[in-house]
């Protein structure tokens, strides 16, 4: 009888993953079958190898490793088992009567790596094998589970990644190590650094923290820079291919480590697959069936979620949302490049993605526009994906979508929506109302950029053709514009010429959105004219106008003007009430370009406030308006400088800090201030420490949140949370997250 092979000795050192060692030794004490189930290159057979090596002792018997992926016949898994096992075939015997027998005397783990491809027998052995032997557990890995009856299907996570540069200890992340580590191997000596940490952080995060593209791109430092590397993997995946390694063959590239998975499925879960290459980001089932063209999409994606293609991202509180990891991501892309049908899908998901974001423009000023904002924030790749691609291949229906989301960009990323609407326009030379509206929009966010010259050129477009097909509320639209770009000009009663001319024109259409505009333009030249009782009236006209048509928006815009108005007319009681109108009425829209506006304006006025709280929502708001690159009314930026100045005077040598704990402040925290909410954390010494995401994780420490309900609120998983809070209680000195809590939540 020969002896068992027992377990194989590693190739590379072993890194991370504590924690999952530690979650499946304490599977493999519960249950008797487990599966480790992951794509590809996700380190599976280490993780498994590894597990076995700690837990030999557990098993009087020891641990046997069988490698199934030689293995092309599925009748000869017994043998492969049995060669391992140390059990000769003998002829008129069972072999799998056999092998039982082996295995039946002391605790034994059997380890069998690499099922995928032979599910259905290595099912049947393992019931058999288990059936028989009382004290036998087995560990599969596959990229599929067994189905088998009683397996615990484990899929295994991608190493710990950062979610940003910003502040990470990125050494102490398992996919910044592993890079590093088989750097080292290639270069001697080589050591991240904070120079190329922020570089390797983003190659992992572009890889997704699979071990194997880490370890394949890893093994060019010396020859390539790190840049070089991320932007080459950025593109392709050639750069990821093993050098004179010994990685098996089906893992020398990752091409061919997804090319073994894709070559196990069906016809129908292929073309599907191939066809998901259209979806950048995550998508939905509706999504999915619509871009692929097939109504049947929900069981081949289920079949490509069994085999590790494609991930499934689930929320108690909407849709399922699936996701290729990026390197799977531009497998597909490659073969929907070879489908025929590539043009059709990919134009099915542009026109899915311009039909949603014509559905959420249509309703941008009510509350519906809260979910519609949450949902085209999921997509936002997709709608990216879908611009680029009409701009290329229908620029007419590319200037439609640029349109459409002007909104949507105005309140999330004014540089980006400017460059999109920018490029749309310049592809196409239509002359129609989808023209104008984009126009209006590229203009108004050069306004919103600070750049009025350049504003002029696309609202003068607009008007143009908004006059040759004859629509008022076009018209209306871009003069109302223009006027601003007059005042500018010192043509001062020009200027309120047009937005009286837009007022008229606006309501022979009928368009209250245009006419509350108009109103709320003319009530700002008022209060830029120095007067503010004239103005408080235009903004009570539009604060009815908008209120009788629910247009939220439109009223949290008249309000805050309307406060502004109160104040300078010497009544500072009846502005602050104001504003707070204002701060629900964005509130509710979930609209932070507004919310931040009020915030700057409550910090000059409100005198119920100290003057700490003041400078913090002044610093909240000044935070929130660079991030979305909204610029704000020049009517009262002076007033703003010379406020922040006296401010700044009162508070000396407190200024920086206090400034600094309101540019932190997240939106909900900021929203207490302003409204006097008792119980705001206002954060000690030592905050500027951690991450910003640290800061985050800190605040829902002192809520009282556990891990699991920090990773739901972050939509982060939960070991990322537990890496947060344990790097939060080391950097600060902390033993226990009630010393957080009561850090965080101290009163001034």
Not at 156 to 173: Q, V, W
Request: hydrophobic share 45%; with cysteine.
């Amino acid at each position: 009888m020969t002896e068992p092979v027992r377990l194989p000795r590693h190739l590379s050192s072993f890194v991370g993953r504590r924690s999952e060692i530690a979650d499946l030794s304490k599977l493999l004490g519960t249950h008797r079958l487990v599966t480790i189930v992951g794509p590809g290159g996700a380190g599976k057979t280490r993780l498994a190898t590894e597990l076995g090596w700690k837990l030999q002792s557990r098993f009087a018997g020891g641990a046997i490793f069988v490698d199934l992926a030689p293995v092309q016949l599925a009748g000869m898994v017994p043998a492969r088992i049995a060669a391992a096992s140390g059990v000769a075939e003998r002829a008129g015997r069972s072999l799998l009567d056999d092998i039982a027998a082996r295995l039946r005397d002391g605790a034994r783990l059997l380890i069998l790596d690499n099922c995928e491809h032979l599910i259905h027998e290595v099912a049947v052995v393992t019931q058999h094998l288990l059936q028989e032997c009382g004290n036998l557990k087995i560990l599969a890995t596959s990229r599929q589970p067994l189905e088998c009856p009683g397996e615990f299907v484990w899929r295994i996570p991608p190493l710990s990644l950062p979610d940003s540069a910003d502040g990470e200890a990125l050494d102490k992340f398992d996919a910044l190590r592993l890079f590093a580590e088989r750097a080292g191997a290639r270069k001697a000596g080589y050591e991240l650094s904070d120079r190329s940490a922020p570089t390797v952080a983003e190659i992992c995060r572009r890889l997704d923290g699979m071990p194997l593209a880490i370890e394949l791109a890893s093994s060019w430092v010396g020859i390539l820079g790190v840049g070089e590397i991320l932007d080459r993997v950025t593109r392709d995946l050639s750069l990821l291919e093993a050098r004179g390694s010994a990685i098996p063959e089906r893992h020398r590239t990752i091409a061919a480590a997804i090319e073994w998975s894709y070559n196990l499925l069906d016809d129908q879960a292929r073309e599907v697959f191939a066809r998901l290459g259209a979806f950048a980001g995550s998508f939905d089932l509706t999504a999915a069936e619509a871009v692929a063209g097939e109504p049947q999409a929900l069981g081949a994606i289920s079949t490509l979620v069994s085999h590790s293609l494609v991930t499934a991202e689930t929320d108690p509180q909407g849709p399922t949302r699936y996701r290729l990891l990026e390197t799977v991501r531009q497998f597909t892309v490659a073969k929907l490049e070879n489908d025929p049908a590539s043009d059709e899908v990919r134009r099915r998901h542009a026109g899915y993605f311009l039909t949603m974001a014509e559905e959420a423009e249509s309703v941008r000023d009510t509350p519906e526009a809260v979910g519609w904002m949450k949902r085209l924030t999921a997509e936002v790749d997709n709608l990216r994906a879908a611009q680029d691609w009409l701009i290329n291949n229908d620029p007419d229906r590319g200037v439609q979508l640029a349109g459409a989301l002007g909104w949507f960009w105005e309140a999330t990323s004014v540089t980006e929506g400017s460059a999109w609407l920018n490029r749309a326009l310049g592809a196409s030379t239509t002359s129609d109302w989808f023209r104008a509206r984009a126009c209006d929009w590229a203009g108004w966010m050069q306004i919103d950029l600070g750049n009025f010259e350049a504003a002029q050129a696309p609202l003068r477009e607009g008007l143009e053709i908004s006059q040759a097909i004859g629509d008022k509320a076009g018209v209306a639209r871009a003069l109302t514009g223009l006027a601003p770009m007059r005042r500018m000009a010192g043509q001062t009663e020009e200027s309120r010429r047009l937005v009286e001319q837009a007022l008229v024109l606006a309501r022979e259409a009928g368009d209250t959105r245009i006419e509350g505009g108009a109103l709320t333009t003319l009530g700002a030249l008022s209060l830029d004219d120095g007067e503010p009782e004239r103005s408080a009236a235009f903004l009570e006209q539009a604060k009815d106008v908008f209120r009788t048509s629910g247009n939220l928006s439109g009223y949290g815009m008249s309000s805050l003007f309307y406060g502004v108005a109160k104040s300078r007319a010497g009544d500072p009681e009846s502005a602050v009430a104001f504003l707070h109108e204002a701060l629900r009425a964005f509130e509710s829209l979930a609209f932070p370009g507004g919310t931040a506006l009020v915030l700057e304006v409550l910090a000059m006025v409100d005198d119920h406030l100290n003057m700490p709280q003041r400078v913090r929502l002044s610093a909240a708001g000044q935070a929130f308006i660079d991030r979305v690159d909204m610029g704000r009314p020049p009517f009262w930026a002076a007033e703003l400088r010379r406020w922040r100045e006296s401010a700044q005077h009162q508070l000396g040598v407190r200024w920086e800090q206090v400034w600094g704990q309101g540019s932190s402040l997240t939106l909900e925290q900021a929203m207490q201030i302003a409204k006097g909410e008792a119980g705001h954390p206002i954060q000690p010494e030592g905050w500027d420490r951690l991450s910003r995401r640290e800061r985050e994780v800190a605040t829902l420490i002192a809520e009282g949140l556990s891990n699991a309900e920090i990773a739901e609120r972050l939509f982060i998983s939960e070991r990322t949370a537990e890496s947060h809070v344990g790097s939060i209680l080391s950097r600060m000195g902390f033993r226990s997250r009630t010393q957080v809590a009561a850090w965080i939540g101290r009163p001034e």
